[in-house]
């Protein structure tokens, strides 16, 4: 135990010792990326700024003057010496609102004349070194030796320009004019760039490395530094040589050093930085680890004699306590780790019987996972975050496109009464068959809701997302076949319209409730579409004159049209079109209440006709469907016309012959027809015609008519009323209506009529 205890405490120790060479290597590292990735910095800084040069140059040189006033000599005429006062106020003069802090000032250097332009100046060159810009050790010749000379972009190291009592540190920029000729050399463009913004992008790497920076051009030159010491001569070579950070060993201290080439001005951009910068850190490191690897080792070693010493002790704790948990009367084995494998695999196998156990579980936690979310208690959730709760209940939902389909079982055959398991079987067999269909281009869950009903959750495929609308219709009705004509289950669907997002499921849901409450106007077995009844009309046919006409219809006890009447009504509202299933238990509410009004009104007594206790109401709405509802009513209705008959045939009897006595006495009256009888006896007109057909065999305007003609044929006798005053006697206020009405019945005019008539009894006497 000791041994092992040791190599235990020395695997930390050496992986430490492994760690600190590790980090030691990646501190020097990072500070060298860190190192050249300021000085690549640096460099785009100054690449920038340098392409502000270039762009200055190029504005000048490219000037469409520049060629003509580079050949204007120095004995020229006014005119010639103004083209400079223009340059300078119209060009120069705007180009310094293009420049930047980077360019402390710029010249151009007209040769031929000896003139020097400025953006306010205007002198030759002896007077402009001597006032404004000279260069402190370079004499005046020099200089002036140095602007005839040929240059091409050429960057002059730092030196320092005196100026009017003041210094200033500068890198000048040099560049021939004209650009495009080889071979002459008319002027030069200065453009001076300030050290001390330059110092500035020098700051950062010199205060986070301690690096000495160097930019060399191309010829080995130093055209700027932020060290007072040169650059190493032996170093020219290896940068050529060398583009990684390499060591190097300068005055007795180590050294990295980094470069960076700039393609903008060809220079090389070098950091010098001692390796002590990065190794202090290291070396403090170093003796931090030390100092933690000495008292690890010997807090190790008194851990590991303590723990020798007390292994036991613990070891014989855990057997106690295990045994305590386990009630066990049995001694363990002698060796106690036998017996701790021993608990530990009994464990594993219960917990495998209970993961088992959740596993038959997991069909129950899906359904009712399903079911909250057709409620809307959640949101479907079909991020990649929920992949691992999804997965646990063996779901996973290709899309957030979602429909719902609700299965109404309405019977089955032979399967009846209340058997348990034949109806799990039919619910069976349903949710299987729609998960098939369902899976065949999409996916599909089923969700048990009640006993004769079930959902279809539909997951839609991206794929057939321009299909789905056709697939979701050809999948409802293949179930409906296979249920109907193979399994002789009959059922009625109802079908969602497709919804898309995290709300998706608990919108679909509602709308395939919406759906299956059309049962109750199309009647089962069928298959019902939110988006086919969602344009139902939102009233129903009832009016009040059909109310009237179907109370007199009962209180007259005339059964056939009162059913004829409420299937006039039953047609118009569920045959012709669709209708809410609100508004058609509102429509038999209506006819219900209508049926109780008559009761009420004829005193009837409803316990007597009805039974006691019954109600007619929850009669009417015991049923699911319209049509059921329908063939209640009419049942209802029948029952009490029936009874109202017997009661009522006196009463006909006697409204005929009031009806027949006030047609004889107003026969003269013009009025008189349908409508003044109706009003007389306080009925609608459509009762009156049918009430008087029925039981005097002919309409009541026909028998008026009748009447009338018999009338006017017995005055027709005489010769003392002409035929207009016969008609007007009758009733007839035009004696052209009486004498279509009357040739109508007799098939001849009333005058032949009254010839005839006169013809006859003439020749009697005779």
């Known amino acids: 135990m000791i041994v092992s205890s040791l190599f235990v405490l020395l695997i930390p120790l050496a992986m430490g010792v492994f760690l600190y060479a590790k980090v030691e290597q990646s501190l020097e590292q990072s500070t060298i990326r860190s190192n050249a990735a300021l000085l690549e910095q640096l460099k785009l800084s100054l690449d920038n700024k340098l392409t502000e040069v270039d762009n200055l140059m190029r504005q000048v040189a490219f000037d469409p003057k520049m060629d003509y006033m580079l050949k204007i000599p120095v004995r020229s005429s006014d005119t010639d010496k103004y083209q400079f006062v223009e340059f300078m106020r119209d060009k120069l003069g705007k180009y310094r609102n293009l420049t930047s802090n980077f360019i402390f000032d710029y010249y151009v250097y007209f040769a031929a004349s000896d003139t020097i332009v400025r953006p306010d100046l205007l002198t030759d060159s002896q007077k402009f070194y001597s006032i404004y810009y000279a260069f402190k050790d370079m004499p005046y010749e020099q200089w002036r030796k140095l602007l005839e000379q040929e240059?091409?972009?050429?960057y002059l190291p730092v030196a320092t320009l005196s100026m009017e009592q003041t210094e200033k540190k500068v890198i000048t920029y040099i560049q021939s004019l004209p650009i495009h000729s080889q071979s002459e050399h008319l002027g030069s463009i200065v453009i001076l760039i300030d050290v001390d913004y330059v110092k500035a992008l020098f700051a950062q790497l010199e205060s986070a490395s301690h690096s000495a920076v160097y930019i060399i051009d191309d010829a080995g030159n130093t055209i700027m530094s932020n060290s007072e010491q040169p650059f190493p001569s032996d170093l020219l070579g290896r940068l050529q040589e060398e583009q990684e950070p390499f060591d190097y060993r300068l005055m007795g201290v180590d050294q990295v050093v980094s470069v960076t080439p700039s393609q903008k001005a060809g220079w090389k951009y070098v950091s010098i930085m001692p390796s002590n910068v990065f190794m202090q850190q290291v070396n403090q490191i170093q003796h931090w680890s030390l100092g933690l690897f000495i008292l690890c080792l010997v807090a190790g070693l008194t851990a590991v004699s303590i723990g020798v010493h007390r292994t036991y002790k613990p070891l014989q704790k855990t057997v106690r306590a295990i045994m305590n948990g386990k009630e066990m009367i049995?001694?363990?084995?002698?060796?106690?780790?036998?017996?701790?494998?021993?608990?530990?695999?009994?464990?594993?196998?219960?917990?495998?019987?209970?993961?088992?156990?959740?596993?038959?579980?997991?069909?129950?936690?899906?359904?009712?996972?399903?079911?909250?979310?057709?409620?809307?208690?959640?949101?479907?959730?079909?991020?990649?975050?929920?992949?691992?709760s999804l997965r646990f209940m063996d779901l996973k939902f290709t899309s957030d496109q979602f429909a719902v389909i609700l299965v109404k079982i309405e019977d089955m055959l032979p399967i009846t009464g209340e058997d348990e398991q034949q109806w799990a079987h039919a619910r069976f067999i349903v949710s299987n068959i729609g998960i098939d269909l369902m899976g065949i281009y999409h996916q599909g869950f089923a969700v048990e809701l009640d006993r004769d009903r079930l959902a279809l959750l539909l997951n839609l495929t991206e794929s057939r997302e321009t299909l789905a609308e056709s697939d979701i219709r050809e999948i409802a009705q293949s179930l409906y076949s296979l249920l109907s004509e193979r399994f002789r289950i009959g059922v009625t669907l109802a079908v969602s319209s497709i919804h898309k997002g995290s709300k998706a499921i608990r919108d679909a849901y509602p709308e395939a409730l919406a759906a299956l409450e059309y049962r109750l106007t199309m009647g089962k077995h069928a298959i019902i579409h939110f988006q086919d009844i969602a344009d139902a009309k939102q009233h129903y046919y009832y009016p009040l004159e059909v109310e009237i006409q179907l109370i007199n219809f009962v209180r007259s006890g005339d059964i056939d049209n009162v059913g004829k009447l409420l299937d006039k009504i039953y047609s118009m509202n569920f045959d012709s079109s669709h209708i809410t299933p609100e508004l058609g238990r509102c429509l038999f509410f209506n006819v219900t209440s209508t049926f109780l009004k008559i009761v009420n009104a004829t005193n009837t007594s409803q316990s007597e006709v009805l039974g006691a206790d019954f109600d007619p109401i929850k009669a009417v709405f015991s049923y699911p469907t319209a049509d059921g509802m329908q063939q209640k009513t009419k049942e209802l209705y029948e029952t009490l016309t029936r009874s109202l008959s017997a009661e009522r045939s006196d009463h006909s009897t006697q409204l005929l012959q009031e009806i027949i006595e006030l047609v004889h006495r107003k026969l003269g009256d013009s009025n008189l027809g349908l409508a003044l009888v109706a009003e007389r006896f306080q009925m609608t007109p459509p009762y009156i015609s049918t009430f008087f057909k029925k039981n005097q065999?002919?309409?009541?305007?026909?028998?008026?008519?009748?009447?009338?003609?018999?009338?006017?044929?017995?005055?027709?006798?005489?010769?003392?009323?002409?035929?207009?005053?016969?008609?007007?006697?009758?009733?007839?206020?035009?004696?052209?209506?009486?004498?279509?009405?009357?040739?109508?019945?007799?098939?001849?005019?009333?005058?032949?009529?009254?010839?005839?008539?006169?013809?006859?009894?003439?020749?009697?006497s005779a």
């Open 330 to 388: 049995k001694r363990p084995l002698s060796n106690e780790y036998e017996f701790i494998r021993q608990t530990i695999e009994g464990s594993i196998h219960e917990e495998q019987h209970l993961r088992s156990t959740l596993k038959q579980q997991i069909p129950f936690i899906r359904a009712n996972y399903l079911t909250r979310l057709l409620n809307g208690h959640m949101d479907v959730n079909v991020s990649a975050g929920s992949e691992e």
């Open 151 to 154: 240059h091409k972009m050429s």
């Open 697 to 764: 065999g002919q309409n009541l305007v026909d028998y008026i008519t009748h009447k009338r003609v018999e009338q006017a044929k017995r005055l027709m006798a005489t010769k003392e009323l002409t035929i207009a005053q016969i008609a007007q006697t009758v009733g007839y206020n035009n004696d052209v209506v009486f004498i279509r009405a009357f040739k109508k019945i007799e098939g001849i005019t009333p005058g032949k009529f009254r010839e005839t008539m006169i013809s006859d009894r003439t020749g009697s």
